[in-house]
């Protein structure tokens, strides 16, 4: 069973950053993890993937954005890093893992009913 636990959500103003933390046991083999956000009223959505075996990552669109995800092997974690944040970016954040490569969830790869495992949560609030 796995079990993810997020971390680093808080209050921050407009323009600011945070990174937020999943700790799991999701590198006991291979894993596609994803950070989604939901905010109150909107439909849970996915912001970024990371494929723990090769680190290949995926956003849902292309081109430079503002958050970036990696992994920390040696800690068991896989990082969102969010920069120049808006108020539009206030959510709940969500890390979910499935147990496969992230490139077999095809055009799945952003639909939150394909993972299996989900932490509880950690709130990002952006205020301007």
């Known amino acids: 069973q796995v079990q993810l636990v997020e971390s680093g959500g808080g209050s921050v103003q407009a323009g600011g950053s945070l990174r937020l933390s999943c700790a799991g046991s999701?590198?006991?083999?291979?894993?596609?993890v994803a950070w989604f956000r939901q905010a109150p009223g909107k439909e849970r959505e996915g912001v970024a993937a990371i494929d723990t075996t090769t680190g290949v990552k995926s956003y849902p669109l292309p081109g430079k954005g503002r958050f970036s995800i990696s992994r920390n092997t040696a800690e068991n974690s896989v990082l969102l890093q969010m920069d120049s944040l808006r108020p539009d970016d206030t959510a709940m954040y969500y890390c979910?893992?499935?147990?496969?490569?992230?490139?077999?969830?095809?055009?799945?790869?952003?639909?939150?009913?394909?993972?299996?495992?989900w932490g509880q949560g950690t709130q990002v609030t952006v205020s301007s």
């Open positions: 999701v590198y006991t083999s291979r894993y596609c």
């Open positions: 979910s893992a499935a147990p496969e490569a992230c490139w077999q969830k095809g055009g799945g790869l952003w639909s939150a009913s394909g993972y299996n495992y």
